[in-house]
C-alpha cells in the first residue's frame, strides 16, 4: 500500500530535549516536505526537499532541522525545543515532475506538546 | 511572496444543497492549485487540482472547483451536500514560474470547517 508513515503518532517532552520525528515514503517520491498545523494558521510549511541531499526553508523553519540522506526518509529535527512548537506536524511527498503540478500525499500527523 | 486566502473560518449548508468554499491566491507567476480535505484526527487527502487548460476542474466525491484567473480565485464547489462531506477543507498554491527550488514552496490557506447539517 502507498503511503506516508510518521512516528511518534504522539509525543510528550520538556523545553529543550532535542527530538527527531520520523517520516518514511514507499512511493519513491523525489519531493518531501513537512508542515505544521496550528488552529486559525492552517498549514504552513516548515522544510522541503526536492531531492536527497536537496532541502530548502518553508515559511517557517525557526527551530527545525532536516536531512534527506535517502530517498524514501526525511526526518524532522528539533534540537532543543520550546513550548511554541507544540503543534500537529505533517509530512507529505509528492513526485516533482512537471514543476510541482503533482499533488502531495500525507502521513497521519504526530501531534507535539513540550511543556 | 505567495499567499492563500480562505475568507470563511466555516460555511454551514443543508444536506441536498450547493455548497461552495472560498479561495483566492497570490503568486508572482502562474499558479498550480490545490485542494485538501481533512476529516478529524486523519492527515489530509487531495480532492483536485488546477493545472492548466479547462478552468473547472472535477475531483473526487463530486467535488468541482472553478479556477478565475481575472479574480485570483479557485472556488470549491458541489452541486449537492453530503452530512458525510463535513470536514476541514484547504486551498494550496505553487507558483510554477518560480525559479530554482523555490517551486517546491507551497503554501495553504488557513482552512474552512464545513458542516453539512441532516
Known amino acids: 500500500e502507498a503511503q506516508v508513515t510518521q512516528n511518534p503518532r504522539y509525543l510528550i517532552t520538556v523545553t529543550g530535549k532535542k527530538l527527531t520525528v520520523t517520516c518514511s515514503q514507499n512511493?519513491?517520491?523525489?519531493?518531501m516536505s513537512w508542515y505544521r498545523q496550528d488552529p486559525g494558521l492552517g498549514l504552513r510549511q516548515i522544510y522541503y526537499?526536492?531531492?536527497?541531499?536537496?532541502?530548502d526553508k518553508g515559511d517557517v523553519p525557526e527551530g527545525y532541522k532536516v536531512s534527506r540522506k535517502e530517498k524514501r526518509n526525511f526526518p524532522l529535527i528539533l534540537e532543543s525545543p520550546s513550548p511554541n512548537q507544540t503543534s500537529l506536524y505533517f509530512c507529505a511527498s509528492s513526485l516533482l515532475a512537471g514543476g510541482g503540478r503533482y499533488e502531495q500525499y500525507f502521513g497521519p500527523g504526530t501531534r507535539l506538546t513540550v511543556t | 511572496a505567495q499567499s492563500v486566502a480562505q475568507p470563511e473560518d466555516q460555511v454551514n449548508v443543508a444536506e441536498g444543497n450547493p455548497l461552495t468554499v472560498k479561495c483566492t491566491y497570490s503568486?508572482?507567476?502562474?499558479?498550480?492549485l490545490f485542494w485538501y480535505v481533512q476529516y478529524p484526527n486523519r492527515g489530509l487527502q487531495f480532492l483536485l487540482k488546477y493545472i492548466t487548460g479547462d478552468n473547472l476542474v472535477k475531483g473526487s466525491y463530486g467535488f468541482e472547483a472553478e479556477f478565475n484567473k481575472s479574480q485570483t480565485s479557485f472556488h470549491l464547489k458541489k452541486p449537492s451536500a453530503l452530512v458525510s462531506d463535513s470536514a476541514l477543507y484547504f486551498c494550496?498554491?505553487?507558483?510554477?514560474?518560480?525559479?530554482?527550488?523555490?517551486?517546491?514552496?507551497?503554501?495553504f490557506g488557513q482552512g474552512t470547517i464545513l458542516t453539512v447539517h441532516p
Open positions: 494550496a498554491v505553487r507558483d510554477r514560474d518560480a525559479g530554482g527550488t523555490s517551486y517546491g514552496k507551497l503554501t
Open positions: 503568486v508572482s507567476g502562474n499558479p498550480y
Open positions: 512511493m519513491n517520491h523525489e519531493y
Open positions: 526537499s526536492m531531492n536527497v541531499e536537496v532541502t
